[in-house]
């Protein structure tokens, strides 16, 4: 059995930038450990399969994707969905419906809905679920920093629009640059409070809103954590520091050479934080077959 991937880079409009993703086509006959030993030999960071079914199954439901890490199958994340979602509407017109994907994932159906051109995509998450808020001196030290590099009123808390992050702000970009998150203490403080992992936010100065991010974990960086982002901009809204459907800019990944380019917003109504958007473009690097005996 030959199938057929690709390779695209999400959240940049440049070739070797943003986040890089492995879509597997056509999956329906791989079980959950093959899925798993293909996700360990491309060895990024996630890779999906598309498992088709019947149109109109497709129709009701959206198009079943599956995501996995080289460690395990997560129910969501951003730039996963972005970049499967982006390489449907390029191979498989039939899966688009008024520019829009809907991609049926273990979290449910999320629709990312496309520009005229089809490059630039913007993803719904769920509503956001607001959670344990953290020991500030705690987080610090956890983070690698002092406990006056965190804003004095955007107390960390963790977020969850699919998956759960612990929101962290700093009062500024040095501080960002020293973070070093103490990963073997941090993951088991975090799992006991409902997080898996720290997504570190600065302010990026200027007069647009624009934010810059950092997300480290075990053996490495994310250069774009597009479920993460749906997270912060709900915290963000909802303490008032983002106003609610305000456009906001947020680079991540600079630090290790892989600038990435996140757009996002988010609405609020009655103190209920909803209408979750990220969005970012997607550039197709490489394709190929893999060969299963």
């Not at 809905?113 to 089809?118: I, L, S």
């Not at 956001?128 to 808020?133: I, L, R, S, V, W």
């Not at 929101?167 to 799992?191: N, P």
């Not at 993460?228 to 906001?248: D, F, M």
């Amino acid at each position: 059995m030959n199938l057929d991937y690709f390779i695209v880079d999400v959240f940049t409009e440049e070739a070797f930038k943003g986040n890089p993703l492995a879509v597997v086509m056509n999956t329906c006959g791989l079980s959950t450990a093959q899925m798993e030993a293909i996700a360990i030999e491309f060895n990024l960071s996630e890779t999906t399969f598309v498992e088709r079914r019947a149109a109109e199954v497709e129709q009701r439901e959206g198009v079943r994707v599956r995501i996995f890490t080289t460690e395990g199958e997560l129910n969501f994340a951003g730039h996963p969905t972005l970049g499967t979602a982006s390489v449907l509407r390029r191979i498989a017109p039939e899966t688009v419906e008024n520019n829009t994907v809907t991609l049926a994932e273990n979290v449910g159906p999320v629709p990312v809905r496309f520009d005229a051109q089809g490059a630039y995509g913007e993803m719904t998450q769920r509503e956001p679920e607001f959670g344990a808020e953290l020991d500030a001196a705690e987080v610090a030290r956890l983070c690698g920093l002092q406990a006056e590099d965190l804003d004095p009123v955007l107390r960390p808390q963790v977020v969850s629009t699919g998956t759960a992050f612990a929101i962290v702000v700093l009062r500024s970009q040095g501080a960002l640059a020293r973070l070093a998150v103490r990963q073997q203490e941090a993951t088991a403080w975090l799992c006991e409070r409902g997080a898996r992992w720290f997504y570190v936010l600065s302010p990026a100065g200027g007069d647009a809103p624009a934010w810059r991010a950092r997300m480290q974990f075990k053996g490495g960086e994310d250069p774009a954590t597009g479920s993460a982002a749906g997270c912060a901009i709900s915290y963000l809204v909802k303490c008032g520091a983002v106003g609610a459907g305000q456009r906001v800019h947020l680079r991540q990944g600079v630090e290790m050479g892989r600038a990435s380019e996140l757009y996002l917003s988010a609405e609020c109504e009655l103190g209920k934080v909803g209408a979750v958007q990220v969005g970012g473009s997607t550039v197709s690097v490489a394709k190929g077959q893999l060969f299963l005996s």
